[in-house]
């Protein structure tokens, strides 16, 4: 038996293990965006940095001006090293009523398909995830005694709040973390049963604004049409976002974003994406972007806008006829290619403070940013961890985009000088962000195994 | 002296017994919008009952499929009767944090220009106002032993939600609550001098809409702009009510109404209206509604749609980049003249499912609706009320028109065949509906004092 057959049985002798660990970073409610969860997040990064001293990495959860970063190594192999990325903190869990148990208390349910998930809220983004790593390494360390490789793991704690701190880390220390190649495990599959690589990603900028117009909250009776409505200003610059055809229509959006080579579009075509599956899965029918793009290109290769949240006025039971003083909206640009975060927001606050009657004001609060970026996938690498994937799942793992934003690869690449390869084991329907998320039991499972093999192959 | 003059004397020797038996009324939390607070408005009801009860008046809290009303008769003194309305209830409290002291614990303070004011929720709309009215008969009762004309009175419990349970009730006792003529304090003085009776009334309906578009809240990297964004569906369809002229674009939207004749119109020129100050109190300095329209035909003479409330997605801390699968709109419509209020709601749906995209769904909820309403100022009752006014202001009482809404006045209209004259003694920066409600002390005192006057002159 090889090393590799002999760690790939002792991960499959090791999941009730494997999950019990999983289990107890799930009931941490790390959710590094509401302030109320601080020492939950101290409590989340000290369990893992922990569990990776355990498994003889030097590791610590390390202080910043947010959340702690924990960073571990284990370099004691020879070879090209790599660094291992991941985030322990969560999405908040609102509407906690649409759940179908307490997010924290995670349980193993089986769907009315048969497949078996893990139900909590971090299941699959990101602590479901970056655990097939891990327990890859304590399987390679279990059975051989080391790692096939130098491998550094930096799980971050504020992924889902914009990663305030991590510029400032990254540039402190940089130099130490630094690897050959970098690994992030906060993707999805090709299909459930296909895995993939992703060598393109969307970059992101935030921005919330707060419009206010009367000094208070007005009577509609008393002041009604003659008073500027917060609501009506807020309605109007977010419904002038999108054309007719549902362009972005803030001036030089669009700078920096080309056509995607044919080469790309034929590749993408033969994937025979199932739009009418995608959509139907979460009850919709109709692609709603720009007119005559595909829903892959929507989704992978366009910069998107929209608003992720909006609220003015009276919302509680009932009615109340106010005018209200003071509207707000949390807004989210997809980024791709060249775009240039730092521009578009300056070009939205423009587009903004162009719609904002005389009498009213306007507050920006931005909310994190980061470029698209890709890959070269001509580095050897990319095809060892494609081939090691391949032979897991029986399929071959292709090559693919990404409609999400994972600024850290973004980062690595430009700051670190690092090509990253990004695998991860997550499906379309895990609800990542939304009540009931979940991971499938199959994907952590052979998760471990894919990361098993991809260490092997890179040694 | 004169009854009336003694009247007027027991009134100021009774002033500090009257405002803390308008304290003990402020204390109750009677919201009737939040099932929270169905045992306050129970209690609020009795309290008055009570209250009449001991006055002389056969009173009683009556039960209704909603709030209770409180009725009470004291129909001794001969002559033509009258219906008093009002309404124990009051709106929502908040935000609660932009109060200067808690809203059901009243007190008087002194403003900065040496103005004292009663602050409460409720101090003026409508507690303050209906106890000046219970006030000067109190007085009455107490100096004569009776009351000048025969009087009823009808306090509501659902005023700030509609008034649900009010057409059953008034369809059921409308034989025995008729009177010869209504009166109403729930309106304005013309400024912080001159009293005002208000002849013109606002109608309104009030519609909650509920957009869904996927059946759950989307990760906005992975369906981002192929998916349909409730927030975006809602932004547009609440954009869209106004054209860049501030006009209602609903098709039909400005049937029966009008142009005002130019005699009204050149009334309204003559009262000078002080648009700068009348915005500028409330922090704005640009009239928001129809161009070419007076701030006065724009509150009196003019529909509205307002939208009152907003919400979609995440409006925590922090960001979620999240596409909500529902968003939410209260919008309210003020009407005019003869607009039909469910012609206008059948319109405004109309209007709303036309921009729905095919895959997404509209749930309508219906949240009140009246009519607009004239009084024929050549009822001499009009006449002996503005010289009653008059003499206690010591200044003209102008007939004016009302930007707010009190179907009420339209039912005593057009179901009870009553003329209602409308006089109240709020003030513009009163904050009804807002935080930091007040009610001038002086407009607590001349008040009552108004009311006895009127008593005397309809008797």
Partial sequence: MSDL????????????????????????????????????????????????????????ARPTTGHPIVVAHNRAAPGRSVLFYGHYDVQPVDPPELWNRPPFEPAVETLADGAKVIRARGAADDKGQFMTFIEACR?????????PVPVSIML????????????????????????????????????????????????????????RGASRDLHSGMYGSAAANANHVLA????????????????????????????????????????????????????????????????????????????????????KTVIPAEARAKVSFRLVFDQDPEKIRAAFRDFV???????????????????????????????????????????????IGAGGSIPIAGDFKNRLGMDVILAGFGLDDDGIHSPNEKYNLACFHKGIRSWARVLAALA
């Avoid at 400032?168 to 940089?174: D, I, M």
């Avoid at 974003?257 to 919709?284: C, H, M, N, T, Y």
């Avoid at 162009?354 to 890959?375: K, M, Q, S, Y």
């Fill in 353 to 399: 403070r162009a719609r904002l009657p005389e009498d009213c004001e306007v507050e920006f609060h931005p909310h994190g940013n980061g470029r698209a970026v890709a890959f070269d996938t001509a580095n050897p690498a990319f095809g060892a961890a494609q081939r090691a994937l391949s032979e897991e799942w029986g399929r071959p793992a292709p090559f």
């Fill in 156 to 211: 971050e704690g504020e992924e889902e709040s914009g990663s305030p701190s991590l510029p400032a880390f990254l540039e402190a220390h940089g130099d130490e973390l630094k690897a050959d190649l970098g690994l992030i495990c906060d993707t999805g599959m090709w299909d459930a049963e296909t895995p993939a690589i992703t060598t393109m990603l969307r970059g992101l900028c935030g921005e919330e604004i707060v419009i």
């Fill in 236 to 319: 109007r610059i977010l419904a002038d976002l999108h054309d007719a055809d549902g362009r972005v229509t803030i001036p030089g959006f669009y700078d920096g974003v080309p056509e995607i080579p044919e080469s790309l579009r034929a590749q993408w075509e033969a994937l025979d994406f199932d739009v009418a599956a995608f959509l139907g899965g979460v009850g919709l029918a109709v692609p709603a972007g720009e007119t005559g793009r595909s829903a892959l290109e929507m989704i992978w290769s366009r910069p998107t806008a929209e608003v992720n949240g909006m609220g003015g006025g009276y919302q509680g039971a009932g009615f």
């Fill in 5 to 60: 057959e002999a760690v790939l049985a002792h991960i499959d002798a090791d999941q009730p293990a494997a999950l019990e660990r999983l289990f107890a970073l799930l009931r941490i409610p790390s959710i590094s965006t509401d302030p109320a969860y601080l020492a939950d997040c101290a409590r989340c990064a000290e369990a893992v940095a922990a569990d990776l001293a355990a498994l003889g990495f030097e590791a610590a």
């Fill in 139 to 147: 399987a390679w360390v279990a059975v051989t005694g080391a790692l």
